[in-house]
């Protein structure tokens, strides 16, 4: 009576999920920007999918049908802020910026409204980990993984991403 077959379909699921959110996140992007600028958006999936795992190990959670419902869930909210953030560091480019004073400025620009469009996220996730009983014992990785993505993503978006950009070359195209 092992759950292994349902795991491994569900971890399946979640991967398939991400790897076609990460085709569809860089091939959009480099349809409207460039192919650089969408390969370190997308870098943010994995990122913080992995960086969630290391927060679940340090708390005691595993990974099982429930935190991999969450992840599924907070997949499709993950990349949204490094987009934003991207595409603004991306015009700033286009404006005649050099690489670093376009990441400044373009991640500076989105900081306020990107930051509360995600705390938001998170606090609707928060009232889960109150929940009582042996129901809020079985749903309390649901807002731990909600969360934990939410906020790595957030960091990303914010220190990892706009460092990336400001190190790419200026080129014609760009």
């Known amino acids: 009576r092992t759950r292994a077959e349902h795991i491994t379909k569900r971890i399946n699921l979640l991967v398939d999920n991400g790897l076609i959110g990460m085709a569809l996140i860089i091939g959009l992007l480099f349809l409207f920007l ?7 958006v997308a870098m943010g999936i994995p990122a913080a999918l992995i960086a969630t795992i290391g927060i679940m190990y340090i708390a005691g959670l595993t990974i099982n049908m429930i935190s991999l419902f969450a992840f599924i869930v ?3 909210i993950v990349v949204d802020d490094a987009i934003v953030v991207g595409e603004n560091i991306f015009s700033y480019r286009e404006k005649g910026y050099p690489p670093l004073d376009a990441a400044i400025l373009g991640a500076r620009e989105m900081a306020a409204p990107v930051t509360m469009a995600i705390l938001t996220t998170m606090v609707a996730f928060l009232p889960l ?12 990785c649901i807002p731990v993984v909600a969360i934990s ?4 993503s957030l960091l990303e978006a914010f220190i ?3 460092a990336h950009l400001a190190e790419l070359k200026p080129e014609k195209s760009f």
């Open 34 to 40: 460039n192919a650089r600028t969408a390969f370190w």
């Open 129 to 140: 980990m109150f929940t009582e009983g042996m129901m809020g014992k079985f749903i309390y």
């Open 160 to 162: 990892i991403l706009p």
């Open 74 to 76: 907070v997949l499709g």
């Open 149 to 152: 993505v939410l906020a790595i």
